[in-house]
């Protein structure tokens, strides 16, 4: 006798975490190499004081100072314990059994298995060249279409797209589909033609800009993620799919304290030398003989394929780098994701990659 139930976790894909191995250097999570910053801590200490209470269930203090910051009302922004929790329940307020949830592929790993949770249909289309095929993807739109991911830079190639062809994109989604435009590498993007998406919520009231604390700002460990919906309907929805209490006290001091200047001109810095050192990286790998998107993220991708493209076989190319000591992500047949660390773990790196 074995307990009964959703026949559709049978089939569901597991996430794949990355690795940590003792000893070894992690590149496989897209996490800061920074140690969290002394300011933010003692605002940590500080809120770890009131953990006998309960958080604000609707983190009202920070949606404040991030409606502010962006502009907006306070009723547009939701907080969640990480933007992926805030997909999920976008999932679960707009999609339900026999939907479909749009996105590209590959793309945010989550993406599917959150979408297979909710039991809607997940439409794969796939990435042309590494990056979004939009209007492949304005294509794929049926009238069972409730919601679109739009993963900008993408995870796991860290390809951007441009601002027109996201607009022109944006202007073919019908006005009742959800557009989720999921920015968790938005302060990394250094190329001036990537639309920064919280300027488009005015002109396009089915959308909905993702960003988190948990990749720029170092906070991946505390889960804080928040959203800003362009039409309270939308935010209103992810407040009435949340798990009460799902963001910690703790984490929403933690999210407050890195939006104050102070915090903000040192995470600056850290972001400027990340992408300092991703263009480095880029150039030592395609110097090196390996093809490398254009990354607007804090990682790099290298494609499967033969060696004269420079191509790599993904497993193979983890295993040769963790045989050094360097833990990547790989995705079986399709790529290698490497996350941009500080200049000496980047070095531990290229010398596992190099010469190929
Ligand atoms: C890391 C990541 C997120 C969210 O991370 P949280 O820690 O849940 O905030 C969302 N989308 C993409 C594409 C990511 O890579």
Same mark, same amino acid.
């Given at each position: 006798?074995? !307990?009964?139930?959703?026949?559709?976790?049978?089939?569901?894909?597991?996430?794949?975490?990355?690795?940590?191995?003792?000893?070894?250097?992690?590149?496989?999570?897209?996490?800061?190499?920074?140690?969290?910053?002394?300011?933010?801590?003692?605002?940590?200490?500080?809120?770890?004081?009131?953990?006998?209470?309960?958080?604000?269930?609707?983190?009202?203090?920070?949606?404040?100072?991030?409606?502010?910051?962006?502009?907006?009302?306070?009723?547009?922004?939701?907080?969640? *314990?990480?933007? $992926?929790?805030? *997909?999920?329940?976008?999932?679960?307020?707009?999609?339900?059994?026999?939907?479909?949830?749009?996105?590209?592929?590959?793309?945010?790993?989550?993406?599917?298995?959150?979408?297979?949770?909710?039991?809607?249909?997940?439409?794969?289309?796939?990435?042309?060249?590494?990056?979004?095929?939009?209007?492949?993807?304005?294509?794929?739109?049926?009238?069972?279409?409730?919601?679109?991911?739009?993963?900008?830079?993408?995870?796991?190639?860290?390809?951007?797209?441009?601002?027109?062809?996201?607009?022109?994109?944006?202007?073919?989604?019908?006005?009742?589909?959800?557009?989720?435009?999921?920015?968790?590498?938005?302060?990394?993007?250094?190329?001036?033609?990537? $639309?920064?998406?919280?300027?488009?919520?005015?002109?396009?009231?089915?959308?909905? $800009?993702?960003?988190?604390?948990?990749?720029?700002?170092?906070?991946?460990?505390?889960?804080?993620?928040?959203?800003?919906?362009?039409?309270?309907?939308?935010?209103?929805?992810?407040?009435?799919?949340?798990?009460?209490?799902?963001?910690?006290? !703790?984490?929403?001091?933690?999210?407050?304290?890195?939006?104050?200047?102070?915090?903000?001109?040192?995470?600056?810095?850290?972001?400027?030398?990340?992408?300092?050192?991703?263009?480095?990286?880029?150039?030592?790998?395609?110097?090196?003989?390996?093809?490398?998107?254009?990354?607007?993220?804090?990682?790099?991708?290298?494609?499967?394929?033969?060696?004269?493209?420079?191509?790599?076989?993904?497993?193979?190319?983890?295993?040769?780098?963790?045989?050094?000591?360097?833990?990547?992500?790989?995705?079986?047949?399709?790529?290698?994701?490497?996350?941009?660390?500080?200049?000496?773990?980047?070095?531990?790196?290229?010398?596992?990659?190099?010469?190929?």
């Amino acid at each position: 006798m074995t !307990v009964r139930l959703r026949s559709t976790l049978a089939s569901l894909p597991a996430y794949v975490p990355g690795r940590s191995v003792p000893g070894a250097l992690k590149l496989a999570s897209n996490e800061t190499s920074y140690a969290p910053l002394p300011y933010v801590l003692a605002r940590i200490a500080e809120a770890a004081g009131q953990i006998n209470r309960y958080p604000d269930s609707f983190s009202a203090e920070l949606s404040g100072a991030l409606a502010g910051r962006f502009g907006v009302q306070s009723q547009q922004v939701v907080v969640g *314990c990480g933007s $992926v929790s805030l *997909c999920q329940q976008l999932i679960l307020a707009a999609a339900g059994p026999g939907d479909e949830v749009l996105f590209a592929w590959r793309s945010f790993e989550a993406y599917p298995i959150i979408t297979a949770i909710g039991g809607a249909v997940a439409v794969r289309v796939p990435l042309a060249d590494e990056v979004h095929d939009l209007k492949a993807m304005a294509a794929a739109i049926t009238d069972r279409t409730r919601l679109i991911f739009v993963c900008n830079p993408n995870n796991p190639t860290g390809t951007a797209v441009a601002g027109p062809e996201l607009i022109a994109f944006l202007d073919q989604v019908p006005a009742d589909v959800i557009v989720v435009l999921d920015e968790a590498y938005r302060e990394f993007v250094t190329d001036p033609s990537v $639309v920064d998406g919280t300027t488009l919520l005015a002109s396009y009231p089915n959308l909905i $800009v993702l960003r988190t604390f948990s990749k720029a700002y170092g906070l991946a460990g505390l889960r804080v993620g928040y959203g800003i919906a362009a039409d309270t309907s939308i935010s209103n929805a992810v407040r009435q799919t949340q798990v009460p209490f799902a963001v910690t006290q !703790v984490g929403q001091a933690a999210a407050l304290a890195s939006l104050e200047p102070e915090a903000e001109r040192e995470l600056s810095e850290r972001v400027g030398e990340v992408t300092a050192e991703r263009a480095r990286v880029t150039e030592q790998l395609r110097g090196g003989g390996y093809r490398i998107p254009d990354s607007q993220a804090n990682f790099v991708w290298l494609g499967q394929g033969t060696a004269d493209e420079g191509g790599i076989d993904a497993v193979k190319f983890a295993g040769r780098c963790e045989a050094q000591g360097v833990i990547v992500r790989s995705f079986a047949g399709d790529g290698v994701r490497v996350t941009i660390g500080t200049a000496e773990e980047n070095d531990l790196f290229l010398a596992a990659a190099l010469p190929r």
